[in-house]
């Protein structure tokens, strides 16, 4: 079967590749991961930053339209399954910040801490860092 290339680079061209706040912009999340996987070395790492749609239920968050498919960590460790994942973690609740009284600020902060120690993949975005082990 011959398979269209999206990215016009070489087989094993990239020691690492970002994709910051990218992958849910995209209709075609596996053919972006299959480029990736190609394009990248073995013994390289790609980086993926993007929106929690777990995190969406929990807070009923509407994403912004231009997201094709926001993914939840399961999703994105299926989508990730041909790596190993070396590390998939979920940031902080950023509205916790926003709060003016300062003693609600320190509590908001770690009643969020706390939410993340109990619920881990509950903040608002997932970044994982995954190694291609094999070809």
């Known amino acids: 079967m011959l398979r269209r290339r999206f990215l016009p680079f070489r087989n094993s061209s990239f020691d690492v590749i970002v994709a910051i706040e990218l992958i849910e912009h995209l209709k ?3 053919a972006f991961i299959d480029e990736v996987r190609r394009t990248l070395k073995t013994g390289g790492f790609i ?7 777990l995190y969406s ?3 009923r968050i509407v994403w912004d339209p ?11 460790a299926q989508l990730l399954s041909c790596f190993n994942v070396v590390v998939m973690q ?4 950023p509205f916790l910040n926003k709060l003016s009284e300062p003693f609600a600020r320190k509590l908001a902060r ?3 801490k706390l939410l993340l120690h109990v619920m881990p993949f509950s903040g608002p975005s997932i970044w994982v860092v995954a190694r291609k082990d094999y070809e």
Request: no cysteine; charged share 25%; net charge positive.
């Open 90 to 93: 979920s940031s902080g609740i």
């Open 28 to 30: 075609k999340q596996r």
């Open 110 to 112: 770690k009643l969020g």
């Open 47 to 53: 980086l993926i930053t993007t929106p929690n749609r």
């Open 66 to 76: 231009t997201h094709m498919r926001v993914l939840s960590p399961n999703e994105l």
């Open 57 to 59: 239920r929990i807070f």
